[in-house]
């Protein structure tokens, strides 16, 4: 500071610059650099590993390990994990819902684990708490909406149902007013594009599209369809959305449905009778979907059918039972929980989707729900 000549300026300067730093810092742990597009201030990553849940320690703890199964540790004391985790694409914040006391919040745990801290506040039931795929927004379910806030939890705003759906709602006189919940939802790769699946009636489920916030909402499942959805997903980097519906009967049907948001075209890619779909997975590219499909007749056993988007072909990956299915970012790997027919033991494993092929990376205690951290770059 030798062009600065006078004591009184130096001093002040040295203020300021320590108060920048301190700034710097505490937007740091809020996410506040992660909105601005700095990440790389904020701290210790998790890259290139896999994050799961595990009741190993007594209590679902959250747990990170290499992609290989190796080098397991607990990133989390007394979380009472609820949820899949989700992770920022810096890599250095992990977020899940956790009790703390009597009530479900959002909760957030640093690269370096520790004790978690809350990320909302207020005491409705919440769930499937994520991040638009920019890194810029949080988001969950709350008490039947779905919320977007900020990386810190701060100022979240219902998206779904939109206005026009409440307003719907309390106009229809044959649902009595009843407004739609929502029980799932996904977020389109632009991280403004928005589908979920709705219940008016309690009873069945609407799969619905919203392009952007404002904008009118699209139902994409026929009128008074008595179908539920059991899968939703988007592909990370396409346009590409597909579902998984159930249509109950004495012989259930169940049903595979794509949609390109870009061109707002929806087909059907499978139907299948005594034939149950689960929670799927879209491959980055969107061109394949992995879904677990269980027979009420018994045949074909149940495992993880590969349907092509474009050809509509299909082949059996691999057999057992099978949930939470993730794509890698490269689309080589699937991670998959895999559930013990016999005892319900749930294992984390991945998956070739070429060949089939199955690794156990983790079976200590039950071990579920499993997620990619972010790729080193």
């Not at 075209?265 to 992995?290: N, Y």
Request: hydrophobic share 40%; aromatic share 8%; net charge negative.
């Amino acid at each position: 500071m030798r062009f600065i000549k006078n004591p009184e300026l130096k001093g002040i300067l040295a203020i300021l610059l320590i108060a920048l730093a301190l700034g710097v810092l505490l937007a740091g742990f809020s996410g506040k650099l992660e909105q601005w597009g700095l990440p790389w201030f904020t701290g210790g990553k998790i890259v290139d590993k896999i994050v799961f849940v595990s009741n190993r320690s007594g209590t679902n703890e959250i747990y990170v390990m290499n992609l290989d199964g190796s080098d397991q540790r607990q990133l989390t004391e007394d979380a009472k994990a609820l949820c899949a985790p989700a992770i920022s694409s810096a890599g250095n914040r992990v977020v899940f819902v956790g009790m703390v006391g009597s009530v479900s919040q959002i909760l957030g745990v640093g690269s370096e684990g520790g004790s978690p801290y809350a990320l909302s506040s207020s005491t409705g039931s919440k769930r499937q708490p994520g991040f638009s795929p920019d890194g810029k927004k949080l988001s969950y379910i709350e008490s039947g909406r779905v919320w977007v806030a900020e990386m810190n939890g701060s100022n979240p705003k219902p998206v779904l149902p939109t206005h026009e759906e409440m307003a719907a709602a309390m106009q229809d006189s044959m649902n009595r007013g009843q407004i739609p919940m929502y029980s799932s939802y996904t977020w389109g790769p632009d991280s403004v594009a928005m589908a979920g699946v709705s219940s008016q009636d309690r009873v069945s489920d609407a799969l619905t599209y919203l392009s952007k916030p404002g904008e009118e909402i699209q139902t994409l499942t026929p009128a008074n369809a008595m179908f539920k959805v059991t899968g939703l997903r988007y592909a990370f980097n396409a346009p590409i959305m597909a579902a998984a519906l159930l249509k109950p009967g004495n012989k259930p049907e169940g049903w595979l449905v794509a949609f390109d948001s870009d061109n707002e075209q929806f087909k059907p890619l499978m139907q299948a009778q005594s034939v149950e779909f689960g929670d799927l997975a879209v491959s980055p590219d969107g061109s394949d979907v992995v879904v677990p499909i269980v027979s009420s007749e018994g045949k074909p056993p149940p495992g993880l059918l590969k349907v092509g988007v474009e050809s509509g072909k299909s082949k059996m990956v691999c057999n057992g039972l099978f949930e939470n299915l993730v794509y890698s970012a490269d689309g080589s790997v699937i991670l998959a929980t895999k559930i013990d027919a016999e005892t319900k033991k749930r294992s984390v494993v991945s998956i070739d989707p070429g060949s089939g092929k199955l690794t156990v990376l983790a079976s200590e205690g039950d071990c579920f729900d499993a997620v990619f951290s972010p790729a080193s770059k």
